[in-house]
């Protein structure tokens, strides 16, 4: 990164963040931001660029490309709070599916069985269901505790 607009345009494309709501939750207007973002302001005031190294969770030499990011520091709190929702959510869809897949795949195998319905998948395979629901547990566990690793590093 070698200048402001270079890094405020990869945090916001990084973190998937559009000007207008960089704007709403850092209080700096609409219009600077895009400033900013294209080189037209090149030497912005500190009260303008300071809210949004803090939404960034980055210093001011690194939001300036002084120095450089750190991988940790490329998501805000905000952010990090959202992925941490998301992933909350899938570990949830995920416990209870592992939980009700064995009931289903039990259904499944005895209308087989029962002649109510044909084999569409095949009944060597439904047990990979199970795993994969284990598996991305563990996943979002590990995903869990890289979040946590990251908020507490913060500087």
Known sequence: MKNLADVLSFLMT??????????????????????????????PQILTIKPIADFFAINLEQLLGISPLGIKNHFGHAQLNDI????????TIASVLTNILPILIDGYQNAILAKLIT???????????????????????????????????KP
């Open 14 to 43: 990084s973190t998937g963040i559009k000007s207008a709501e960089l704007a709403r939750k850092t209080g700096v207007a609409q219009p600077v931001i895009s400033r900013l973002m294209t080189g037209v302001t090149n030497n």
């Open 84 to 91: 941490g929702n998301k992933v909350n959510s899938i570990k």
């Open 119 to 153: 084999e569409e998948v095949p009944t060597d395979i439904l047990p990979l269901f199970i795993l994969n629901m284990k598996n991305l547990l563990k996943t979002t566990d590990q995903i869990q505790e890289m979040l946590l690793n990251i908020n507490n590093n």
